[in-house]
Structures are given as C-alpha cells and as structure tokens.
Nanobody, 126 residues
C-alpha cells in the first residue's frame, strides 16, 4: 500500500507557472506507474499525465502537451508536475495516483489507479 500527498497548488495568473509535487510513503515507489489527474467543478476527473516506473516513458493529454512536464525522483519517492503557460481552463483540483499493474506508463484510465492523494487546488485567473 502507498499513501500519496500532493502539494504546490495555488492561485496564479494566466501565463504563470507552478510545480506540483506528490510525495509517496513506503519503499516500493519505483514499482508504480504514477499519474496526474484533475477535476474541475462540475466535470469528471480527467487524465493529465503519466510516467512509467523508471521515468523513461511519459504521456500527456493533448491539452497540456508542451506546457506540462511530469517527472519523478524514485530516490525521493516523489513525482512532479511542472506546469507553465497556465490557462484559466487548467483550473481544477489536481490528484496524483499510483498504478501497480502497468509498468510502461500508458495508463490513462482512472480505473487503473488504486491509490490516490487528497488533491491540491490550482486556480488560474485570467
């Protein structure tokens, strides 16, 4: 089992940057594909980005590709989401999640992730 704690959210203006962090407990962090999802008010939780166990493979939803970068530090049990050129439509609660069954990183469905953090709010004003 792994516990996830996100941090780094906040209120920023359009065009600004933020870096989200997700710290994981336990000694098996490197066994998990890690993903970031987000949920805006009144909308379903959607896939944002994912990274394979080794960090060698990354995937992004089209709306953030080129602006967001997912990375991980297995020595620190932490996954990051660097966000630049933020837009008001990026406003959402951002969640990190862990998937122990897919080693390759191409895990895009919420159903594939069994562990979730509590979320961190990102608000982008226009």
């Amino acid at each position: 089992q792994v516990q996830l704690v996100e941090s780094g959210g906040g209120l920023v203006q359009a065009g600004d940057s933020l870096r989200l962090s997700c710290a994981a407990s336990g000694r098996t962090f490197s066994r998990y594909t890690m993903g970031w999802f987000r949920q805006a008010p009144g909308k379903e939780r959607e896939f944002v980005a994912t990274i394979s166990r080794s960090g060698g493979n990354t995937y992004y939803t089209d709306s953030v590709r080129g602006r967001f970068t997912i990375s991980r530090d297995n020595a620190k049990n932490t996954v990051y989401l660097q966000m630049i050129s933020l837009k008001p439509e990026d406003t959402a609660v951002y969640y990190c999640a862990a998937d122990s069954t897919n080693p390759y990183g191409d895990s895009f469905s919420r159903d594939g992730y069994m562990y979730w953090g509590q979320g961190t709010q990102v608000t982008v004003s226009s």
